[in-house]
Every structure is written in C-alpha cells, then in structure tokens.
C-alpha cells in the first residue's frame, strides 16, 4: 500500500507524537492550574450554594487559600455566620457562628461530587441547635431523622475555644457543653437538664489525627445526675460516624420516661430503674442486646430492636421476669393520681390501670413477655405469665395471654383501640376463660371452697380499665362446684338463724353449686342468675351491681332443706360495695319481739316453704352459655 499524495509515513507518525506532546501539555497545565486554583475566588459562590442549601443567608468574611499547590488544598474561612431560621425562638444565637476554620478536601472527591472534608482545624466556633415541640430541626430540613450521622473520612479534627448548645422542646432537654479536640483527644463538658432535672454532660474520644479506616474508633459518653442517668462506651467505625456505633450502656432512672427522654422510644412512667445492655446503632435502627436491670422491685431481661421510619419507632423483641410487680409499671405520679382517685372513691376491686395509649401513640412493635413469679402487695392466686404483645398505630392486642394460678389458668385476649377519632378514650375488649381454679383461692376467708370454671367478655370505653367496665357491656359467669362450705355460713345463706348460731365452727357442709352470670349493660350488673347452693340451704341473688362505683343494689333470698326453729323472713338486703358490701337485715328481726315472732311462726309452722335441690348441671350450662 502506498501513502496518499502528499503525505509519507514519518510524517505522519510526527504528526500524532506532535499532538500528543500538545495534549499532554494541556493535561498537564490544567493538573498544574487545578492543583494551583485559588480557592478563595469563590468566596461569593460557596456563600450562595450554602444559603441556597439550608433555606438561609451564610455569610463568609473571607475565605483564602493557605497552601501553594496541591489536590488536597488547604482552605481557611473567617467570620463564618450561620443565622437560625425565622421559625426559630427569638431569643436563640445564630445557629452557627466560627470565628476561623481550616478545612481540607479531596479535588477529586469534589470533581466526583462527593464533598468529602478530610482535615478540619477550628477555633472560637458556638453552635446553637434547636427542636421545636412538633420536632422540627433547624440543623437538618429532613424531619424524618434518618439522615446518616457518618463522619465521613474525617482524618483530622482539632477544635478549641468552642461550645455547643442544645435546647429540645419537644423531650424538655438541654446542653451546654464545651468541645476540644487536639492531639490528646476529642473532650466534651458541660451540663444539661432532662425534664428539669440537672445532669451533667460527658464525651471523650480518641484523637483524630491521621486515623487508619481499618481500626475502630473507640469513645465514650455520660449524661449523670441524680434522677437520670446514662453511659455507653463502645466503638465507632471511623471517627464520629454517630450513625454507626457498637458498646455497652448502662442507665438508671428514678422513672423511667426521664431515661426516655434521652434515648426516644416511646416508654412509660414506672418505678426506679437501673438496666445495662448491649447497644449497636445502624442509622436509623438501634439493637440492644443482653438486657438486664430492675424495675422497682422487678427483675427484667431480654432483647429489643428498635427501628425508627417516617416519624414512628418500632420496638421488637422479648422480654422475661423471674419476678414482676405489675406496681411497678406506675410511677410515682401515677401511684399518686390513683390514691388520690382511691381516697375519693373508696376501696375498689376494678383496677385503675390506665390503658390510654397516647403516649405510645407513635410506637409500634411486637413482645413476648414471659414472667415467672408474679409480686403482689397483698394475696393473690395469680403466679405466673405469658403473652404477646403487639402495638401497631395505636392498636394493642395481648394475645396467647395466659395468667398460671395457684390451680388452674385464666386465658384469652385483650384489645385496646384508640384509633376512632369520633371519641377521645380508648376502646377495650376482653376475653378471658378460667379453668381448673378454686373457689378457695378467690375467697380464703370465706373459708368456701370447690372447683371453679368462668368466663369474662366485656368491651367499653374509657382511660382506665375501671372506667371501661364502668361505661360497657358484656358477661361474667362462674361456676363453682363440688366443694365444702362451713356449716354455720351455709345456714346463715338459707337464713337458718337457729342453726347459724348453734353450730360449731369446724363444722362444714357439702357446697353443691355456686352459679353466678352478671349481665352488663351500660356499666350496671346485673344477676341472671346467681345461685348458691349446699346441701343446708340455698340462697339465690337479685338486683344490681353499679360498676362506675361498684355499689351494690342487691337482695339475698335465703331457705334451709330442713324445718328451722328460728328463720328469718323476708329477704336479706345487700348494700355497700364490692369491697366493703353492707348486710341490712329485716328491721322486725333485730328486736326480742322479732326473735319471738320466728319462734311462734316455726311452732305453728308458718314458715316459708323449705329449698330443695338445685340442677347444678342445668344452671351451669345456662351460666356458661
């Protein structure tokens, strides 16, 4: 093949080296021109992509470079000033106010679009974060919260003369607190409040001057004071990466929602608390491991992972007591409200037990719960505990619930919903079923005993369980049989009055059946029917039984199965309450004429007819239906 006319092949093979050599040069000049850039030029640019960036002016008093050539340069800005948004409080500093920083950066991670710092020097900086009660941040215009905390490829942080203040109104907390960070390590002191309570604040790191990728950055942190405590010492990946973290925490409260409004979980007031657990974060989700603590008098342990989305918290995990008092999930407001509510109301058997949902309202998640022993300030047959619990937009339903006794179990479920927006309280539905119990266990004193069997269906509305049964609807039956009663109770029940107070003590008498199904409608109980019956006597209940305050309304009528020499007349009228029930028997009885007008009925056998026999298995399957 030839060349074309004109042109050979040296001259050609000269003319790409020539502009190869020229594009070379131009390379190079433009790496020499790039190395070389004088940075502080776009003093005005960087002030504009700031303030277009966060919404605000920044303003820069000057901005220079301090090194000659380099693709890492070095860039010092004075009289930086940050204002806060005009939402902000009025009385608040400037967001950000630094009298010098040097910063250095990658040119080739800016080229990439990544704005990567590497090096940062500042001196005479004050921060002033803030959060409104709604949750809106002026640092950040993500109001999720679930931007990376990542410090990046920081390799070196040396900060003096500087302060960073923060003030939450929607948790009531607060810091002011001093930062350094030189060759020795990163420091932070200062104090705060958490809901009013004095803590004071403390950070160390280690120093971050050159530091490898590869090796963990290990810190620590300490909110003390009396009320409300929390530490965690661990590690991060690289140097402030606050979105990823690993260590162990330990924490104490003297409630424990101050100690959630350090950590925002979304938990309730309670007795002191003391827990230490395992902790890592991968922004925005938190796993605790290895949980043990106290709560009041109750021991707890468990796991939990906390993922946060959208404004919401969700909460997984399993949680299990050797021993629990449910006392100790009241704080000691809530024990104060409710001996202000029992002062007021007298002695009630329905639990105050708020069931109002509004301080989890942005809580969701699933337990297991599992308690060995349960605590009780008093007597009680209820020993032990399962259930699961899961929470999802202000709906709560504990299913698989199974309470072990001291014979025989409850189980069911219990939903609370307060998601109707038509009325303010939340709505309740409980199902239980009682099986293999006794009736020994429920009423010791009564020295009463037998098999007992039950169920319980009740939905209403209401901030409290008592104010839910006050307010609902639904069915209680139990039935309780085969069993021994004392024979002086049962000839007092059939109004045996002769043998009631002739017989011995010890004596006792077969309890054939005791059947009890209380109608509820609007609050008010009412018998339909209640039966007790022994081979002495029987006695059957009419009336009502007011749940909004547990007074009773009710009227006994008794009979022996055998020919009696003193029977009272009548029926037998039942007030007071639940708690402390008020027996009114006829006025006539209470007089030495009424004694004799028994005696002379019995004599010229003008009695009321005697009882017989009641179908214990008829009833019960009328009760129970």
Not at 116 to 129: K, P
Request: glycine letters at 12%; proline letters at 5%.
């Amino acid at each position: 093949m030839t060349a074309p006319m004109g042109m050979t092949a040296g001259s050609g093979l000269f003319r790409l080296r020539y502009l190869a050599v020229v594009l070379g040069l131009l390379v190079l000049a433009g790496l020499v021109g790039l190395a070389a850039f004088p940075w502080g030029v776009l003093k005005g640019t960087v002030e504009r992509r700031l303030s277009q960036s966060i919404g605000r002016t920044v303003s820069i008093g000057a901005m220079e470079r301090l090194d000659t050539m380099s693709f890492h340069p070095r860039i010092r800005l004075r009289a930086v000033r940050i204002p806060q948004p005009a939402w902000v409080e009025p009385h608040l500093a400037d967001l950000a106010q630094i009298a010098q920083v040097d910063l250095s950066f990658s040119v080739w991670a800016l080229l990439a679009g990544r704005a990567t710092v590497e090096r940062v020097e500042m001196r005479g900086a004050n921060l002033q974060f803030y959060r409104t009660a709604q949750g809106r941040k002026n640092w950040s215009q993500d109001e999720s919260g679930e931007r990376s905390g990542s410090g990046g490829h920081l390799l070196m942080l040396r900060v003096a003369d500087s302060r960073l203040r923060y003030l939450d109104r929607k948790r009531d907390r607060s810091l002011d607190v001093a930062v350094v960070s030189d060759s020795t390590g990163l420091r932070i002191d200062g104090g705060g409040l958490i809901l009013g309570h004095r803590v004071r604040i403390t950070g160390r790191g280690a120093a971050i001057a050159e530091w490898r990728a590869a090796a963990p950055w290990p810190f620590s942190v300490a909110i003390e004071g009396p009320a409300v405590g929390f530490a965690l010492e661990g590690t991060m990946p690289s140097p402030l990466d606050l979105g990823h973290l690993q260590g162990r925490a330990r924490a104490h409260a003297e409630d424990l929602r101050l100690l959630d409004a350090i950590i925002e979980a979304g938990l309730p007031g309670t007795q002191p608390v003391r827990l230490a657990a395992g902790i890592r974060r991968s922004i925005p989700d938190w796993t605790i491991d290895d949980l043990r603590g106290t709560i009041g008098r109750s021991d707890i342990a468990g796991h939990a992972t906390i993922v946060k989305r959208d404004g919401r918290s969700r909460i997984t995990g399993a949680l299990r007591s050797d021993h629990f008092d449910f006392d100790d999930l009241s704080s000691n407001e809530g024990k104060r409200r409710a001996a202000a509510i029992k002062a007021r109301l007298g002695p009630r058997i329905l639990p105050g037990s708020a069931i109002d949902l509004t301080h989890v309202r942005r809580t969701d998640g699933a337990l297991d719960l599992r308690v060995d022993h349960l605590l009780w300030s008093g007597q009680s047959p209820f020993r032990s505990m399962t259930a699961h619990l899961s929470l999802e937009r202000s709906r709560l339903e504990i299913s698989a619930l199974r309470v072990g006794m001291t014979h025989g179990s409850m189980e069911g479920t219990m939903r609370i919903d307060q998601t109707d927006t038509g009325r303010p309280d939340p709505r309740l539905d409980l199902r239980l079923t009682l099986r293999g119990a006794r009736l020994l266990d429920f009423f010791p004193r009564a020295q009463i005993d037998g098999s007992l069997i039950g169920r319980l269906a009740v939905t209403g509305y209401g901030h409290t369980l008592a104010d839910a049964f006050g307010a609902g609807g639904g069915v209680l039956a139990l039935v309780g049989r085969d069993g021994q009663i004392p024979a002086r109770t049962a000839a007092l029940l059939g109004q045996d009055v002769g043998r009631g107070l002739t017989m011995g003590k010890d004596e006792t008498d077969n309890l054939r059946c005791v059947v009890a199904r209380l109608e509820i409608k609007g609050g008010m109980a009412r018998p339909a029917p209640v039966l007790i019956d022994s081979s002495r006597a029987q006695t059957q209940v009419r009336g009502t039984i007011d749940l909004r305050n547990e007074r009773l309304m009710l009227t006994l009528k008794g009979a022996p199965k055998k020919p009696s020499l003193l029977r009272l007349p009548g029926q037998v009228i039942l007030g007071g309450t639940v708690k402390a029930p008020d027996i009114d028997v006829p006025p006539r009885t209470k007089t030495v004429g009424g004694v004799i007008n028994m005696l002379a009925s019995a004599i010229a056998g003008r009695q009321e007819p005697l009882a017989r026999d009641a179908d214990c298995n008829a009833l019960e399957r009328q009760v129970m239906r």
